[in-house]
């Protein structure tokens, strides 16, 4: 199995390593970038760490190396640092990059798509939502998602372990709606060992209110968190993407919020998906509270808004 990765800047090289180091799912990993020498420069050091995992190939290449790859992995165009998206009281956020990376999309996809018809197309860069969105209008194709609020998932996850000081893989909580500033937490649905996580926070006297808030701004602006120590948010994603190519490679029909076109609600977003062979195959709505019925009903007005303005960009 072939995985390409187009684009290998932060994310692009940390989900090539990922890739390498969960091993196994793919044989051959092809890393294509405008910027060539930094494509040779990442095969030619990831090469030199295979010998360490599961066989694998990985060199760089041309959109003609794309040719009867499975799955191709967008993770080219501006960072939050380089486009200007790291003020936290912008509501715009990620959607700051729509514009120029709606361009860079309109360059790619048709491209990749001429090269490997029959791949899966999995986005990353950001705004993924709107973006996969360009994309499968410009692929022709609905095998097209985006890591969606996968991270963001992680986080809440991450987060509320810390605070309930039990390990993260077991809590139960899910992200929906935009990856992005309007993203739903379902704190409704949030477990731990089958217990709602209201019913144990705030066991040590604080206010649970509080904690909500914390959580929520932590999560909400991790990545400014992050980039403003390292300059690009990278492993954690790196990591999603690699796990996620895994699923779609495996056809392991794995339950994940990753963000693909919703028929009911006119618009790609994270809701529960099975990812498989081909991408999303079954997207279903997990339970809901009014209030978070409501705050998705926003995030889908606001991913709306961003599909219209990425399909008038890329496809004119
Ligand atoms: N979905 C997520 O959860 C998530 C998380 C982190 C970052 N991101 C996004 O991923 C994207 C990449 O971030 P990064 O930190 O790796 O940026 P980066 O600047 O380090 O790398 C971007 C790479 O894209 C390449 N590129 C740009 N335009 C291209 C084109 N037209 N064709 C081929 N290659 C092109 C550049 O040469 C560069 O190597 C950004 O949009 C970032 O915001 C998304």
């Keep these: 199995m072939k995985v390409a990765v187009v684009g290998v800047g932060a994310v692009g090289s940390a989900t090539a390593l990922s890739l390498v180091e969960r091993g196994g799912s793919c044989r051959e990993i092809v890393l294509v970038d405008r910027d060539t020498a930094r494509a040779d420069g990442v095969a030619s050091d990831l090469r030199y760490a295979a010998p360490l995992s599961p066989t694998v190939d990985v060199r760089s290449g041309g959109y003609e190396d794309l040719a009867g790859a499975a799955i191709v992995v967008i993770t080219a165009g501006v960072n939050e640092k380089t486009g200007g998206a790291t003020d936290r009281s912008d509501p715009k956020g990620r959607l700051r990059l729509l514009e120029t990376n709606a361009k860079v999309f309109a360059e790619i996809v048709p491209q990749a798509v001429a090269v490997a018809p029959e791949a899966v197309l999995m986005v990353v860069t950001d705004p993924p939502d709107p973006l996969a969105d360009l994309a499968r209008h410009v692929a022709g194709h609905n095998r097209v998602f985006s890591t969606g609020t996968v991270i963001d998932s992680l986080r809440f996850r991450v987060q509320l372990a810390d605070r309930l000081r ?151």
């Design 166 to 316: 039990v390990r993260p893989r077991d809590v139960q909580a899910l992200v929906v709606g935009e990856h992005g500033t309007s993203e739903v937490l379902l704190w409704s649905s949030a477990t731990v060992g089958g217990i709602p996580v209201a019913d144990l926070l705030g066991r040590d006297g604080r206010s649970v209110e509080d904690i909500r808030k914390e959580v929520e701004r932590d999560i909400r602006y991790a990545n400014i968190t992050i980039i403003e120590g390292t300059g690009a948010s990278q492993y954690g994603i790196g990591a999603v993407s690699a796990r996620l190519v895994e699923a779609v490679l495996r056809d392991e029909r794995a339950v994940l919020p990753v963000a693909a076109y919703s028929s009911r609600h006119e618009v790609t977003l994270s809701l529960s998906s099975v990812l498989g062979a081909g991408g999303v195959q079954q997207m279903h709505e997990p339970v809901m509270t009014p209030e978070e019925h409501q705050a998705l009903a926003e995030s889908v007005r606001v991913l709306r808004a961003a599909a219209d303005r990425a399909l008038s960009i890329g496809t004119t």
